[in-house]
């Protein structure tokens, strides 16, 4: 290993490898097939890159996005590795000129977008060529049962088929053991050998919080992050193109990126992202995979996303340059509705929706953990932690929890009492004993609970019933529009069998309890700005993101 160990240090300038990067460097530069899961900036990248360099002809990297595969190559051509890309942005002639490097052996690696490398002209070309190795890059894309699955992913099965003797590695920070046994299979690497790192990134600290009034909420989490580069998720176009109007109005330099809007004004807010300073993108799930910037220093989800998975992953965007970051949430209800209405009219087959649900039902589990976030992140991916990590909002401000047994006997019995087909906000009227029309309309006033629980507000109600969900007890139909059914699991706590603690809600806040805005915290302010703009200008000078030039662990 000496060899790797020098490039390391001279071309990527690390001292020492970490984890477990060591040994799939040496195992693929004995010829070996990987499958390699490792966490967001864990240094996945380096597993291939250095084999490449090492070994005899081009390594070829499969890559999901044009980003992904233009950032990787500009910070690999300023290290003095050549390395090129093959997709769509490049006309004819470069094209032309990239394959006859390919031809010629002027390439340690080369990257190429699943499509292109399907095609058989493509595949002719590497026939000629000799290849070092084949990298699949975000592999969990392979796998039907994970967050993002893409049809075009399965087809690189013919790699193990047409180059038998090529050894290859398949990388991704995202698999529960489901997922890795179907990249397993249809990639053809039954027999490689698994490396498993820690999923831990002890320098990104969770919060979770119930929705009162979401800008509120998430200005006041935002007033610490001025000048930072960030990422704020939404479920739907219309709400990330009103969220980025919004922040842009209170002075942030906000920039929208979904599907809706046309390619040409999602690249050049990309491109913004990444070689601007203190950029702060909205988005939609579309964007993200393959962002190799490591200065992120905030990830906000406005909505609930689908899965651990995918909260895993968003999340694990935040903080790759392992200087502390923030990863923060607000959900409601309403999300789980949305949500579990979107599974219901997908095309997927009945067996990818019951996943589907029972990924979102995890989700749901961990948002409303009273335990140690991390803990029960790394639970889910068979990975133990013993709690108290010190670096969430369940261990900094443990939550307090109240009997709510009571409570939940008569929530669940006015479900079944009201027909189970009706929502939130009607079972709230009918506990108070509130005679509103709908009320009065299907003589729910005449029911045994009507007003039993007018010793709670409204607020609370709407805790025990998101409590009462998110634990199972209770089934938001989406068929009926979100109306509560009993589950199997309500009967114990209907017969008083169990008890149930609930965690008591954050209170809403008061505008005039926002939380000042704080400087963000630097190493001597004035030298911290002079330095981040000489990067920034360097950076424009030569056309790379400023991280290219260097990280902010480096100021």
């Not at 026939?127 to 690189?156: K, M, N, T």
């Not at 998720?233 to 109005?249: E, G, I, M």
């Not at 140690?372 to 709690?387: K, M, N, P, Q, T």
Request: one cysteine or more.
């Amino acid at each position: 290993m000496t060899q790797p160990l020098k490039i390391l240090r001279a071309v990527f300038g690390y001292e020492q490898f970490r984890g477990q990067q060591s040994a799939v460097v040496e195992h693929l530069l004995g010829g070996g097939d990987a499958l390699v899961l490792m966490p967001t900036g864990g240094g996945k990248s380096l597993c291939y890159q250095i084999p490449a360099m090492l070994r005899t002809g081009v390594g070829v990297v499969v890559s999901p996005l044009i980003a992904l595969m233009q950032d990787q190559v500009d910070a690999l051509l300023q290290a003095g590795v050549k390395a090129a890309f093959l997709n769509s942005s490049l006309d004819y002639r470069s094209a032309s000129q990239v394959e006859n490097q390919l031809l010629s052996g002027d390439l340690d690696l080369l990257y190429v977008a699943p499509e292109r490398l399907m095609t058989p002209r493509f595949l002719q070309l590497l026939e000629r060529a000799q290849i070092a190795l084949f990298a699949i890059d975000e592999a969990h894309c392979v796998s039907q049962w994970g967050h993002d699955f893409r049809p075009e992913y399965v087809r690189l099965s013919i790699l193990h088929e047409r180059f038998a003797q090529v050894p290859r590695i398949a990388l991704t920070a995202t698999a529960d053991a489901l997922t890795r046994t179907e990249i397993a299979e249809r990639l053809g690497l039954g027999r490689a050998r698994q490396f498993v790192d820690s999923f831990d990134r002890p320098n990104i600290r969770y919060r979770i919080t119930q929705k009162h009034n979401a800008r509120e909420q998430l200005r006041a989490f935002l007033v610490t992050q001025r000048g930072n580069a960030g990422i704020v998720y939404c479920l739907s176009r219309k709400k990330v193109d009103q969220t980025a109007t919004w922040l842009a109005d209170d002075g942030w330099l906000a920039l929208p990126y979904h599907a809706g809007l046309d390619s040409a004004t999602r690249l050049a807010h990309q491109q913004r992202f990444l070689r601007d300073e203190g950029v702060v993108i909205v988005a939609t799930i579309a964007f993200g995979m393959g962002i190799d910037k490591p200065d992120v220093r905030f990830v906000a989800h406005l909505d609930l996303p689908k899965s651990i998975e995918g909260y895993y992953q968003e999340t694990g965007r935040a903080g790759r340059d392992d200087l502390p970051a923030q990863a923060w949430l607000a959900y409601g209800l309403g999300d789980v509705v949305s949500l579990r209405q979107m599974v219901e009219g997908g095309e997927a087959s009945p067996e990818r929706k019951q996943v589907e649900k029972q990924k979102l039902d995890s989700l749901l589990g961990f948002c409303e953990s009273i335990g140690c976030r991390r803990a029960s992140l790394l639970a889910y991916f068979d990975e133990a932690h013993d709690g108290a990590c010190g670096n969430c909002d369940n261990c900094l401000e443990p939550p307090s929890t109240w009997d709510g047994t009571t409570a939940a006997r008569m929530a669940l019995s006015c479900v079944y009492r009201t027909g189970q087909r009706f929502g939130v906000g009607h079972l709230i009227d009918v506990l108070r004993g509130q005679r509103t029309s709908k009320v009065t309309q299907f003589s729910h006033d005449k029911k045994s609970t009507f007003g039993i629980g007018n010793a709670h507000g409204v607020a609370e109600w709407q805790s025990v019933f998101r409590q009462l969900v998110a634990s199972g007890y209770l089934h938001a139909d989406t068929a009926s529009y979100g109306g509560l059914k009993l589950t199997e699991a309500s009967r114990p706590v209907l017969r008083g069998e169990v008890s149930i603690a609930f965690r008591v809600d954050d209170r809403p806040l008061r505008k005039d309890k926002l939380p000042r805005a704080a400087a963000v915290s630097t190493p001597g302010d004035a030298l911290w700005e002079r330095l981040r703009e000489t990067r920034l200008k360097l950076a424009r000078e030569q056309g790379v993101p400023p991280y290219v030039i260097f990280h902010d662990s480096t100021l």
